[in-house]
Structure formats: structure tokens, C-alpha cells
């Protein structure tokens, strides 16, 4: 699976149920986010200064 940027929280949790971990690892508690059907990867590292391109790899990683 290809992750990308555009993709929202919930999407990304759907294709990988193992993506919370690394949302975890950053800070991110999305299966408690009223934002994860709507808000974008991009957003949310964005909002939580976190390095898009650093948890892109980590996604990717899981796979």
C-alpha cells in the first residue's frame, strides 16, 4: 500500500490497522480524534509539528 498525504486518518487506520502504532509513536491518539474521518495526514502532521515525510516512511515501513 501506498500511503500519501491526501490520505485521511480513518483511511490509512481502514488499510492498516498496525498505522496506530506509528501514530503513537508520534503523538497522534487517532482512534480518539473526532477529526480522523476528515482530516488529512498532511493536516494532521501539519497541526502537530510533526514531520510529514518522517511518518510516511514510517508507514510505509510497515508494510
Known amino acids: 500500500m501506498r500511503y500519501n498525504k ?4 480513518t483511511e490509512i487506520l481502514f488499510t492498516n ?10 503523538g ?5 480524534c473526532f477529526g ?10 501539519r497541526v502537530n509539528g510533526i514531520s510529514l515525510e518522517e511518518i510516511l516512511l ?3 515501513s510497515l508494510e
Open 36 to 45: 480522523a474521518e476528515t482530516e488529512t495526514l498532511e493536516v494532521a502532521s
Open 17 to 26: 490497522p498496525n498505522a496506530l502504532e506509528v501514530f503513537k509513536k508520534y
Open 58 to 60: 514510517d508507514l510505509e
Open 28 to 32: 497522534l491518539q487517532c482512534q480518539y
Open 6 to 9: 491526501n490520505m485521511t486518518i
